[in-house]
């Protein structure tokens, strides 16, 4: 078991009907201490996933009875799972399904065919950012809303408003806005957001922050080809315009 990780044996819930990737993941897993339950259709998924609250689920998209993606939306509009991590491992490669996933409330998205060491280190990664995150979800009353232009966060209610109109964000997005507004005008990198939003080391793939992005500009932005506060600083990063 690696000693990084808290004591407690971390359920994860593997949701794939190709039972060779089933055993594959499980075995380095286990490895690594995690207890796996799996689950070959979207149905079954959601089933055992309102029962038992998984710490971490890994998703495919191409389900039988229902796709991944249906069940990523209904397992964030649950209260009781709303907040349970989710990677997607799937063989739809292409932009759009990664950004349908992401937007719909996934917190992380990989290929197949996938490098099992890169999967297990997300996944450390992950948890590791689960349990630094938990005492601050309880959110203080000196949190104060962050208010630049026409948006306004407010951390203790979770809310984020344009023009006095509330954005439906998902909790990622949330956390990489209000890191990004805590910081106005100063440039962050696509290092630093990995680190402080996902929880992962410097060469792990970028791409992820750059579809947040550009999820965050869509909900936000008048004009998201042209973004007045979410600035891209090429080659190095983002920041958020001090207006």
Not at 49 to 69: H, K, Q, R, V, Y
Not at 109 to 131: D, H, N, T
Not at 170 to 183: I, Y
Request: glycine fraction near 6%; charge should be neutral; hydrophobic fraction near 40%.
């Amino acid at each position: 078991m690696n000693k990084d990780l808290d004591r407690k044996q971390r359920l994860i819930l593997i949701v794939e009907d190709e039972e060779d990737i089933v055993r594959l993941l499980a075995f380095h897993l286990e490895k690594e201490g995690f207890r796996i339950h799996s689950a070959g259709s979207g149905p079954a998924a959601l089933d055992y996933a309102f029962g038992n609250i998984p710490d971490l689920i890994i998703l495919d998209i191409m389900l039988p009875e229902m796709d991944g993606l249906e069940v990523c939306r209904r397992i964030r509009s649950n209260p009781l799972t709303t907040a349970v991590p989710i990677l997607i491992l799937s063989a739809r490669r292409e932009e759009l399904d990664k950004v349908l996933g992401l937007e719909l409330g996934a917190d992380d998205y990989m290929v197949k065919p996938f490098s099992v060491r890169e999967l297990v280190a997300r996944i450390r990664a992950m948890m590791r950012r689960l349990e630094q995150s938990r005492p601050a979800e309880k959110v203080s009353s000196k949190d104060k809303p962050i208010r630049i232009g026409a948006i306004v966060l407010n951390p203790e209610r979770y809310e984020v408003k344009v023009k006095n109109e509330p954005q439906a964000l998902t909790h990622k997005e949330f956390m990489l806005l209000q890191l990004l507004m805590a910081n106005a005008g100063k440039v962050l990198t696509r290092e630093t957001l990995l680190d402080k939003i996902w929880g992962y080391e410097t060469g792990v793939d970028t791409r992820t922050v750059d579809v947040h992005i550009r999820s965050l500009r869509r909900k936000l932005e008048e004009d998201p080809s042209h973004p007045f506060y979410i600035e891209t600083i090429r080659g190095v990063g983002y920041r958020f315009a001090d207006r």
